[in-house]
C-alpha cells in the first residue's frame, strides 16, 4: 500500500480520529454486530427453519399486512406533511404557534400515554364515532372490523407526521427566494414553480423522509401490540409482531431470528430500491 | 503520535477482552448443566425475588404477606415483581430461556410442559424438604407439580370455571339460572328483547369460548379432549360438534358475537367494560381463583355463582378442574434453603394465607385453608365454586391444552367461525390437524 | 387583487386551524376526560367535564403498587440523566473524529455509521438480553443507559458531524497555534460554537428514553425499579387491575407531562437544528 498522507487541522496524528471514534466502533461491535451474530446463528442453528417459514401462512399474511401498512402509510404521510411544510412556510403571522402545534404529536411518539389516548379515542362508542355520528355517518367498528382495525395504527403514526414535516420546512428555507423571484419574472405560475424549482430542490429531504419512514413503518410493532393485540383476524399482525409472537409466546427462537431477517432483508431491498429510483448521484450522504 | 498509537492499542487489545468477557457470543448454559446449588442447611440473609402476575386485589393482598415476612425474616429481603396476565408468560419466558428468573415465581399449570419437560427445568422441591412441609397436601395435588417424575412445583390452589351471574339482571328478568344446557340456549332468546346477554364467552387470554365447547362435548362423549400425557382424544367430529355449539350460543343470542364483543369492549377486560359493570351482559364463566375482580366492581352481592350445567338426564361429566397456579423455584437459585422458607411461608403460615384471603382460590393447603377457616374467612364465591365442583366428577385438564399456540389455534378457529370465515367442518378439519401435528412436534422436541 | 389575498390569507387559516384541531383534540380530551366521572367519559364528542373532579389524579398518583408516581419519575430520571450525559460526550468525540480528522478506513467506518440506523432494533434485541444476563446485569440500569457511551445513536452522531463541518477549520488551526491538543480544541474552540446541536441531542435522548416502552420491559423485572413507561403499561393493563377508565387517562395525562414540559422549554432550539434528527 502506498504512503497516504492524512491531513489533519487539529494534531498531527494518522491515529488521532480513529482513537476518537474508538468508542463508536466498540459500541459498533459489542451492541450491534455481535447480538446480529447470534441471531444470525439462531437462525441456522436448526435446519429447515426459514423453510419452515416460507412454508408458513402466518409469514405470508403479517408480511402482506406490514406491505399494505408501508404502502399505505409512508406515502400518505410524506405528501400530508409536505403539503402542510408548504402552507407553514409561507411567510404569514402566528405560523410559528402553527408548527408547534403540528409537531407536538411526534415529539410524544411512541409513548404509552398516547396510545392508552388513541384506545380510548376508537371504542364503539368513543369520540371518533360519536362524530362520524355528527356528520351522519355510521359508526365503524374500528377494532372489530378487519378492514378498519388497520386504519387505527395508521392514523396514529399519520398523526405523528410533524417530524417529517420539520424537515421539511427547514429544507424549504434554504431555498433562496431569488429562485421564485426569477420564476415570476419569467412568467412562471405558482403550481409550475412548485413542480421546476421546490421539488427538485426538496429531493434529498423527500429522500431522506421516505427512507426514514419506510424503515420504521416496516419495523412496526408498538402500535399493533398495544392497539389491536394484531387481530381481527390477524389484520393487524404485522412482522413485528409475528417475530414478537413466536419469540415469547410460542418460544419458538429459531423461527422468530429468521423472521428477523428476512424482515431485514425485506428492508434493505426496500432501501435499495429507493436509493436507486430516487437518488443519482447526489453529493455525500 | 506515540502516546496516540500506545493507546490505541490498549484499546483494540481491550476490545476482545471486553468481548470474550463471559463468553457474551455464547447462549447461557442451564443450571442443569452447570450444577444445580444444593442446600447448605443454613438460613443466610439476603435478597430473593419473587414473581406473580395477577388483579390489584391479589397484587395488595402478596404486598401484605411480604410485609408479615419482613417483620419475621428482616434478613431475607423479597424483592416484588408483578403484573397482569397480559404478556407476563412472555416476560418469564424470555428470563427461564436466559436464567434470570426469579428465586420464587408463581406459575402457570402448562409451564411445567413447556420450560421444564424433564423435570430439570426447575428446583428438585423435594430436595428442600426440611424447609418445605407438605403434610397439608394430598398425593394428588401434589401430583399436579411433577414433571419427569420430579417435584417441580406446589399447587396453590384447585380450581375450575364455573357461572357467575349478575343476580340484580336475572331478577328483574325474571329469569333462573340455568341447569342444563338447554336451559341456558333458551336464555339467550328471553333476554334477546331487552338486548342483554346472559353469558359472556371470549377468545382473548382466557379462552372461555373454547373452553365451555369442550366442556359440552366431553360431557356428551365422555372422551377426554387432551389427555395428560399430550395425545388428542377429540375425533374431528368431536371438533366439529365443539364448534357447532359455540355457534348455536353465538346464534342464539346467548353470547355476543366476537364482532360485536370486540367493538364493544375493544382491548378492555370485561370486568371493565361498561357492558359488564351495567348489566348489559349479565355473566361469565370464570375460574374460582380469579372471579374476585368481578365481584370488586359490581355492588357487593349482586355477583352469584351457578349451576354447572348438565344435559337433560343430570349428568354433570365433562367439567374440568386444574391447579389454579403453582409455585415454583428457580434451578438456578443462589439460595434454595432461604427460598424454600419463604415458599413454606406462602403456602402454609396462617398470617399469610389471612392476608391472601381468597385471593389465589381457596388454599390447596390444608393448614392455610384452616387457618381462613377458623377465622371465618372462607366465604365468597371463591368458596361457593370450590363446594359445588368438589361434588363433581371432574376431568383434570391437561397442560397441554393450556399450551399458547394451542390457544391460538382455538381462538382462531372460534374466530373464524363467529366472522362466517368458513363452516365448522372446515374448520374443524383444520383445528384437528394443527392440533395433532403440534402436539407431535413438541412431544418430539421434549 | 388584495381581496383575493385577504381572501387566500383566510383560507389557509381556516385549514391551519382545522389541522391544528385534529392535532390537539385527542390531547385536550385526554385531560378533559380524565377529570370527568366514568359515565360521562363518552357520552359525547366534547371533552368539558360539566363538574370537573380531580380525584382520578389523586388515585393515579398512587398507582397500583407500594410506590407513588414521584418515585417512578425518578427512576426515570435516573435512567435519562446519566443517558444524555454519555450520548452527549460519546456522540460529540464521534462526530468531531469523522468532521476533523482523516485516517485509515474512515470511508468504511462512516458508512458504518450510516448502515447502523438501518437495522430493525427488533432483530437485536432478543441477542442483546441475552447478553446482558449472561454478565448478570439484567433488572439494572446498565444496559438502559451504559450502550449510550458508544455512540450508538447514529443519527444523533450525524447531525453533530454537520454542525462541526459548519464550524470554519481556520478557528482549529489557531488553536493549534496556540499549542492546543485535539481534546482541549474541541472542549474549548468547537464545542461552544456547536451548542444549539448539543442541546438539540439532549432533548431528543430526553424524549426517546422517556417514551421508550420495549426496552425496559425487556430489561427491568423488578416494580420498584419501573421507568414511568412500564408502570403505565402496568397500570393500563386491562388483565392487571381494577381501575376506573378516568384514573387509566389520569395516569396518561400525567405520562406526558415531562416530555410536554421539556418540548415547551427548548421547542424553538430544536425545531430549527433538526435536518436529520427529528425521527421517531
Known amino acids: 500500500m502506498g504512503k497516504k498522507f492524512y491531513k489533519n487541522s487539529v494534531g498531527t496524528g494518522k491515529y488521532t ?140 403514526r399519520l398523526w405523528e407526521f410533524g417530524s417529517s414535516m420539520i424537515i421539511f420546512l427547514n429544507a424549504l428555507k434554504n431555498i433562496p427566494s431569488e429562485y421564485y423571484d426569477c420564476a415570476k419574472t419569467d412568467g412562471c405560475g405558482k403550481v ?92 455525500e450522504f | 503520535m506515540k502516546k496516540n498509537f500506545a493507546v490505541l492499542l490498549i484499546c483494540s487489545a481491550l476490545l476482545p477482552a471486553f468481548i470474550s468477557c463471559g463468553d457474551m457470543g455464547e447462549v447461557p448454559k442451564k443450571a442443569s448443566e452447570t450444577g444445580v446449588k444444593e442446600p447448605d442447611g443454613q438460613i443466610d440473609s439476603c435478597k430473593l425475588r419473587f414473581s406473580w402476575w395477577g388483579g390489584d386485589d391479589r397484587h395488595n393482598a402478596t404486598l401484605k404477606a411480604i410485609d408479615v415476612w419482613n417483620e419475621l425474616h428482616p434478613e431475607i429481603e423479597i424483592i416484588p415483581e408483578y403484573g397482569g396476565w397480559d404478556g407476563w408468560s412472555e416476560k418469564v419466558s424470555a428470563q427461564i430461556n436466559s436464567h434470570t428468573e426469579p428465586d420464587i415465581m408463581q406459575i402457570n399449570y402448562d409451564w411445567l410442559v413447556s420450560f421444564s419437560p424433564d423435570g430439570k427445568g426447575f428446583y428438585d422441591l423435594s430436595k428442600l424438604t426440611d424447609y418445605l412441609d407438605f403434610s397439608g397436601f394430598t398425593d394428588e395435588i401434589l401430583s399436579f407439580g411433577k414433571s419427569g417424575g420430579i417435584l417441580n412445583a406446589v399447587t396453590v390452589s384447585v380450581t375450575g370455571r364455573g357461572f357467575f351471574y349478575n343476580s340484580e339482571v336475572y331478577r328483574k328478568m325474571g329469569a333462573e339460572y340455568p341447569d342444563t344446557w338447554e336451559d341456558l340456549i333458551s336464555l339467550g332468546e328471553k333476554f334477546s328483547d331487552e338486548n342483554i346477554y346472559p353469558l359472556d364467552l371470549d377468545i382473548q387470554s382466557g379462552g372461555t369460548a373454547w373452553y365451555l365447547a369442550v366442556v359440552y362435548v366431553q360431557q356428551k362423549t365422555g372422551r377426554e379432549f387432551i389427555s395428560m400425557d399430550g395425545k388428542l382424544g377429540f375425533t374431528e367430529n368431536d371438533i366439529k360438534t365443539a364448534l357447532d355449539f359455540y355457534k348455536t350460543l353465538e346464534d342464539g343470542g346467548v353470547i355476543r358475537s366476537v364482532e360485536t364483543r ?143 399456540r394451542m390457544k391460538e389455534f382455538y381462538n382462531s378457529a372460534i374466530e373464524k367461525i363467529s366472522y362466517d370465515q368458513a363452516d365448522t367442518s372446515a374448520v374443524a378439519e383444520e383445528l384437528y390437524n394443527s392440533i395433532n401435528s403440534y402436539l407431535d412436534k413438541i412431544k418430539v422436541k421434549n | ?91 460529540t468525540l464521534t462526530a468531531y473524529g469523522f468532521a476533523r480528522f482523516d485516517f485509515p478506513m474512515k470511508k468504511f467506518f462512516f458508512a458504518l455509521l450510516m448502515g447502523v440506523m438501518f437495522i430493525p432494533s427488533i432483530v437485536v434485541i432478543i441477542p442483546s438480553y441475552l447478553m446482558w444476563s449472561k454478565v448478570g446485569l439484567t433488572d439494572t440500569y446498565i444496559p438502559l443507559t451504559v450502550p449510550s457511551l458508544f455512540a450508538v445513536e447514529g443519527s444523533f452522531v450525524f447531525m453533530i458531524y454537520e454542525f462541526i463541518k459548519g464550524v470554519p477549520k481556520q478557528l482549529d488551526e489557531a488553536s493549534k497555534i496556540d499549542g492546543c491538543g485535539a481534546i482541549r480544541t474541541l472542549v474549548f474552540i468547537i464545542v461552544p460554537c ?70 415547551a422549554f427548548a421547542q424553538r432550539k430544536i425545531m430549527d437544528s433538526i435536518t436529520f434528527g427529528g425521527i421517531n
Open chain 3, 194 to 263: 456547536i451548542k444549539p446541536v448539543l442541546i438539540s441531542v439532549a432533548v431528543f435522548t430526553f424524549l426517546w428514553t422517556v417514551n421508550d416502552f420495549m426496552t425496559p420491559l425487556m430489561m427491568i423485572s423488578s416494580v420498584e425499579k419501573y421507568p414511568l413507561s412500564l408502570i403505565l403499561r402496568l397500570s393500563s393493563d386491562a388483565t392487571g387491575n381494577g381501575y376506573e377508565q378516568n384514573t387509566v387517562l389520569a395516569m396518561s395525562a400525567i405520562g406526558l407531562i415531562p416530555s410536554l414540559a421539556v418540548f
Open chain 1, 17 to 156: 480520529g480513529l482513537l476518537l471514534i474508538m468508542p463508536f466502533v466498540a459500541g459498533l461491535v459489542l451492541f450491534t454486530a455481535i447480538p446480529l451474530g447470534m441471531s444470525f446463528a439462531g437462525s441456522v442453528s436448526e435446519s429447515g427453519t426459514y423453510t419452515e417459514v416460507l412454508q408458513s401462512s402466518d409469514f405470508y399474511k403479517s408480511m402482506a399486512v406490514t406491505l399494505k401498512y408501508v404502502l399505505i402509510l409512508v406515502p400518505l404521510k410524506l405528501v400530508v406533511s409536505l403539503a402542510v411544510a408548504l402552507i407553514l412556510s409561507i411567510s404569514l403571522r402566528f405560523m410559528g404557534v402553527y408548527r408547534t402545534i403540528f409537531y407536538i404529536p411526534s415529539v410524544l411518539g411512541s409513548n404509552l400515554s398516547v396510545v392508552i389516548m388513541w384506545q380510548f379515542l376508537f371504542t364503539s362508542d368513543g369520540p371518533v364515532n360519536k362524530f362520524l355520528n355528527l356528520i351522519n355517518i355510521e359508526s365503524v367498528g374500528w377494532y372489530s372490523d378487519s378492514r378498519h382495525a388497520l386504519s387505527i395504527i395508521i392514523l396514529l
Open chain 2, 262 to 404: 370486540t367493538d364493544e369492549d375493544g382491548n378492555v377486560a370485561l370486568y371493565q367494560s361498561p357492558e359488564f359493570i351495567e348489566g348489559s351482559v349479565a355473566g361469565v364463566l370464570e375460574w374460582g381463583s380469579s372471579v374476585g375482580k368481578y365481584e370488586m366492581v359490581l355492588p357487593e352481592g349482586v355477583l352469584e355463582a351457578g349451576n354447572f350445567l348438565s344435559d337433560e338426564n343430570g349428568n354433570t361429566g365433562g367439567w374440568m378442574v386444574k391447579p389454579s397456579m403453582l409455585y415454583a423455584i428457580s434451578a438456578n437459585t443462589e439460595y434454595p434453603d432461604e427460598t424454600a422458607l419463604f415458599m413454606d411461608f406462602l403456602l402454609n403460615n396462617d398470617e399469610a394465607s389471612v392476608a391472601f384471603g381468597t385471593t389465589r382460590g381457596i388454599p390447596a393447603s390444608a393448614h392455610a385453608e384452616k387457618a381462613l377457616e377458623d377465622r371465618g374467612l372462607l366465604t365468597g364465591l371463591a368458596q361457593k365454586n370450590d363446594e359445588m365442583i368438589e361434588k363433581l366428577d371432574t376431568v383434570t385438564i391437561s397442560p397441554y391444552m393450556e399450551l399458547p
Open chain 3, 1 to 91: 387583487m388584495k381581496l383575493r389575498k385577504i381572501f387566500s390569507k383566510i383560507i389557509i387559516y381556516i385549514l391551519l386551524s382545522l389541522v391544528g384541531i385534529i392535532m390537539i383534540y385527542p390531547l385536550l380530551w385526554l385531560v378533559g376526560s380524565s377529570l370527568k366521572p366514568d359515565s360521562e367519559i363518552f357520552g359525547s364528542v366534547g371533552f368539558i367535564p360539566e363538574k370537573p373532579d380531580f380525584s382520578a389524579y389523586f388515585r393515579a398518583w398512587q398507582t397500583v403498587t407500594p410506590y407513588s408516581m414521584g418515585h417512578y419519575f425518578l427512576n426515570t430520571f435516573f435512567i435519562v440523566v446519566p443517558k444524555i450525559i454519555f450520548t452527549l460526550v460519546s456522540s
Open chain 1, 192 to 283: 409550475r414553480a412548485f413542480f421546476l424549482i421546490t421539488l427538485p430542490l426538496l429531493r434529498d429531504s423527500i429522500f431522506l423522509n421516505l427512507i426514514l419512514q419506510t424503515i420504521s413503518a416496516f419495523q412496526e410493532f408498538n402500535a399493533p401490540y398495544l392497539l389491536t393485540g394484531g387481530g381481527p383476524m390477524k389484520s393487524t399482525r404485522t412482522v413485528g409482531m409475528l417475530i414478537y409472537d413466536e419469540m415469547f409466546r410460542y418460544g419458538e427462537t429459531g423461527y422468530a431470528n429468521a423472521v428477523s431477517w428476512i424482515l431485514f432483508a425485506v428492508i434493505t431491498i426496500a432501501i435499495i430500491l429507493i436509493w436507486k429510483i430516487g437518488r443519482r448521484g447526489s453529493e
